[in-house]
C-alpha cells in the first residue's frame, strides 16, 4: 500500500527549492554591495534574506518523513545510501564535465574541490554533507522508537566513530603537511537539530503554545528584521556576505525555519492537493541538482539585463530557472534509470 503523502511537505519542498535559486539568484547582486544602485541592492538583499532558510528547510523535511519509521538498519542503509551516491556520483561527473570544458583543470578540480570540499560544484556540498547524516539517521531512530541496539548495530555505531576520528586525524595530516583543507566532512552534526526538529514538529501538537496567527505575526517580523540586519553587517562591519548574519547555523535562520514549517503544518487543511503540485514536489530534488546548469545558461543570455531592469530579472531568473529544471527533470525520468540520479 502506498504510504499517503502529507500536503504540507510537498508544499515546503517546493518553496525549499524555489528558495535555493532565489539565493543563488541574488547573491551577484548582494556582493555588489555600495557598486549599484542601492535601491537594486535592497531588492536582492530581500529575496536573499527571505530565501537563506532553504538547507534548513531541506534537512527538516528528511528528518520529518525518515525518522520514526522503525526500519531495520541494513534496509535503511541499502534504500537511503542508494538515493543518495548515484546522484552524487552522477552529477559529480556531469559538473565535472561542464568545468573542464569551461577550462578547468581536470586534476585540480578533482584534488582540490572533490577529495577536499566533497563538492565538483558548490551546491553538491549538501550531498555529501547529507550522506554523512543520514549514516546516523538509524541510530536516532532507534531511541525514538525506543528499541534497544543490537550488538550489531553497536559495532557499526562504532565503526563509523572511529570513521570520522580517522577523517579528522588525515585533515591534521593533510593541513600541517600540504597546508591544505580537509572540509566537506565536518557540518554534517550542526544539520541534527534540523533533522530532529522536523520529526518533532510533523508528530506534534503544539497549538497550545503556538497559535498560527502568532507564528505568521514572527514570520512577517523576521522578513524586516533579517535585511535590515544585512544592510547592517554590510554598512557598518565591512563584510559583504550574505550567509554572514544569516548562515544556516544562525539562531535567526533556526527560528526562521522553524516557524515556515510550524506555520505550514497549521494551514495544511487550507492547501490544495492536486496532481501538479506533487509533480512539482516529487521534482525538487533534481530541480536542485540541475539548477545550476539552466541558471548559468540563462545569465549567459541576459547580461545585459543585470543593473538597468533588475526588479524584472531577478525573478524571471527565478522563475525561468525553475521551470526549465522542472521541465528538463521530468524529461530525465523518462529516460531508463533517469528516476535514480534525480
Known amino acids: ?67 520514526g519509521r522503525d526500519l531495520p538498519v541494513r534496509d535503511f542503509y541499502v534504500k537511503r545510501l542508494k538515493r543518495v551516491l548515484l546522484p552524487l556520483i552522477f552529477w559529480s561527473v ?44 538509524p541510530y536516532i531512530d532507534l531511541c525514538i522508537c525506543g528499541n534497544k541496539p543490537t550488538f550489531r548495530q553497536l559495532a557499526v555505531l562504532i565503526m563509523l566513530l572511529f570513521m570520522f576520528d580517522g577523517l579528522n586525524w588525515l585533515s591534521l595530516i593533510v593541513n600541517q603537511v600540504g597546508k591544505l583543507n580537509l572540509l566537506w566532512y565536518r557540518s554534517f552534526p550542526l544539520f541534527f537539530g534540523y533533522f530532529i ?19 505568521a505575526v514572527f514570520l512577517i517580523f523576521m522578513v524586516v528584521l533579517n535585511p535590515i540586519l544585512n544592510y547592517w553587517s554590510c554598512d557598518h562591519l565591512g563584510i559583504v556576505k ?65 543593473d538597468t531592469y533588475s526588479f524584472i530579472f531577478m525573478p524571471t531568473q527565478i522563475i525561468t530557472t525553475f521551470t526549465v529544471s522542472f521541465v528538463s527533470i521530468l524529461l530525465i525520468k523518462k529516460i531508463p534509470l533517469g528516476k535514480f540520479i534525480c
Not at 577550462?103 to 550522506?131: Q, S
Request: proline share 3%; aromatic share 20%; with cysteine.
Open 242 to 306: 550574505d550567509y554572514f548574519i544569516l548562515s544556516n547555523y544562525s539562531l535567526l535562520i533556526i527560528f526562521v525555519t522553524l516557524l515556515i514549517f510550524y506555520y505550514f503544518k497549521k494551514i495544511s487543511s487550507y492547501l490544495p492537493r492536486n496532481r501538479f503540485v506533487l509533480l512539482l514536489s516529487g521534482s525538487s530534488f533534481g530541480i536542485y541538482l540541475v539548477h545550476p546548469f539552466w541558471l548559468n545558461l540563462i545569465r549567459q543570455h541576459l547580461p545585459q539585463y543585470i
Open 94 to 137: 556531469f559538473y565535472l564535465f561542464i568545468r573542464v570544458l569551461d577550462g578547468g583543470d581536470l586534476g585540480k578540480i578533482f584534488i582540490y574541490d572533490f577529495l577536499l570540499k566533497g563538492r565538483v560544484y558548490p551546491h553538491l556540498w549538501y550531498l555529501t554533507m547529507y550522506l554523512c547524516l543520514i549514516l546516523f539517521v
Open 197 to 215: 526538529a522536523g520529526y518533532l514538529l510533523k508528530k506534534y501538537d503544539l497549538s497550545k503554545f503556538l497559535s498560527g496567527r502568532v507564528t
Open 1 to 67: 500500500m502506498t504510504k499517503q503523502k502529507v500536503v504540507y511537505i510537498e508544499y515546503l519542498r517546493i518553496i525549499a527549492v524555489l528558495a535555493v535559486i532565489g539565493i543563488h539568484v541574488s547573491a551577484p547582486f548582494f556582493n555588489k554591495y555600495g557598486k549599484i544602485d542601492n535601491t537594486i541592492w535592497w531588492f536582492a538583499n530581500l529575496i536573499s534574506s527571505s530565501s537563506r532558510f532553504a538547507v534548513p528547510l531541506f534537512v527538516m523535511i528528511s528528518g520529518s518523513v525518515l525518522l
